[in-house]
């Protein structure tokens, strides 16, 4: 049984940094790409990064150059770094992976068949 489960989300200040993490279990050939999403109360999921299955990383406008992906050695977590926070990045993280997402369509969460629960991630100005 896949299973994917997010830490790392806490309240901090604007400018701060923070650093998810999700890790996956249960199927490595389902969830071989892997990609954050975030949603904030009243809006719509949206894609904030993704790790394709051979390393390529897409991120979304909002956060280039502020968030950075990574894996750990086993592949089996892959973390979130993000930093220079700011109020907008206010929202619940969650972790989403598929077998087979093509790079233009990373931001879909029709995409992804597998979802951890969410982390919470709050920036105060």
């Known amino acids: 049984q896949v299973r994917l489960v997010e830490s790392g989300g806490n309240s901090v200040q604007s400018g701060e940094s923070l650093r998810l993490s999700c890790v996956r279990s249960?199927?490595?050939?389902?969830?071989?790409?892997m990609a954050w999403f975030r949603q904030s109360p009243g809006k719509k999921r949206e894609g904030v990064a993704f790790?394709?299955?051979?390393?390529?990383?897409e991120y979304a406008d909002s956060v280039k150059g502020r968030f950075t992906l990574s894996r750990d050695n086993t592949g089996n977590t892959l973390f979130l770094q993000m930093n220079s926070l700011k109020p907008e990045d206010t929202a619940m993280y969650y972790c989403?992976?598929?077998?087979?997402?093509?790079?233009?369509?990373?931001?879909?969460?029709?995409?992804?068949?597998?979802w951890g629960q969410g982390t919470q991630v709050t920036v105060s100005s």
């Open positions: 249960g199927g490595v050939y389902k969830t071989s790409c």
């Open positions: 989403a992976a598929d077998h087979l997402v093509a790079l233009g369509l990373w931001a879909d969460e029709e995409e992804y068949g597998y």
């Open positions: 790790m394709h299955s051979d390393g390529r990383t």
